[in-house]
């Protein structure tokens, strides 16, 4: 029987574990909601990217699709939304995984800033700052793709975060830190601390 080529390769098993697992921490942690975010890994000149409407918390096997970097192809219509940002990542940067995630706090800033300035010491080691992009809707993948060449994670204006790394594991790191930094922020304002007493 002929292989399904929207199936993943070689290494596919140990991917589509990764996947499976690292979407079940991002809901666990509250960084996307049922049906929203997406992930992908780099397979050579194709990705392996979660299916559109996919749920990260319940990823399956056939939530999983295998489509071109540079081109279209008999799976790119079951791929995520998000599938051209993915792309342009994969086309610009060296990263080996993306995950676009919705992390509540970080979205909220996103919204009154054009960069967020973590003030916990973790946050500020690993993040530094993350700039907040506002493009016209078709020039989010290449302002994502080429802001992600300076920085490892980056948030689209009241939208959510797109994180990239050589694994999973690293983008899950920055959206996970990138968040937490969020609600040290806006604990922070809550409690009326001005940046002189952080």
């Known amino acids: 029987m002929p292989r399904d080529e929207t199936e993943p390769k070689g290494n596919g098993d140990a991917s589509v574990a990764e996947l ?3 979407g079940r921490d991002l809901f666990l942690s509250r960084l996307v909601s049922s049906h929203s975010g997406n992930m992908s ?3 050579g000149e194709k990705l392996l990217i979660t299916r559109r409407g996919s749920m990260l918390g319940r990823l399956r096997r056939d939530d999983l699709v295998v489509t071109g970097i540079f081109k279209d192809d008999e799976a790119t219509p079951l791929a995520s939304r ?11 940067t ?3 995984a993306v995950i676009h995630a919705h992390p509540p706090h970080a979205i909220a800033l996103s919204l009154v800033r054009e960069e967020i300035q973590p003030l916990d010491r973790e946050g500020k080691i690993l993040l530094a700052a993350v700039p907040v992009l506002s493009p016209p ?6 302002s994502v793709s080429l802001a992600l060449k300076e920085h490892p994670i980056v948030m689209v204006k009241g939208h959510g975060s797109f994180a990239a790394g050589s694994r ?10 990138l968040e937490a930094s969020c609600q040290v922020i ?7 601390l001005s940046h002189q007493q952080l």
């Open 20 to 22: 499976i697992e690292i």
């Open 41 to 43: 890994l780099r397979q």
């Open 82 to 92: 998000e599938l051209a940002v993915h792309r342009a990542i994969y086309q610009h």
């Open 94 to 96: 060296e990263a080996g």
């Open 137 to 142: 809707p078709d020039e989010v993948p290449l």
């Open 168 to 177: 999973l594991q690293d983008a899950l790191l920055w959206t996970s830190a």
């Open 186 to 192: 806006c604990v922070a304002r809550d409690m009326g």
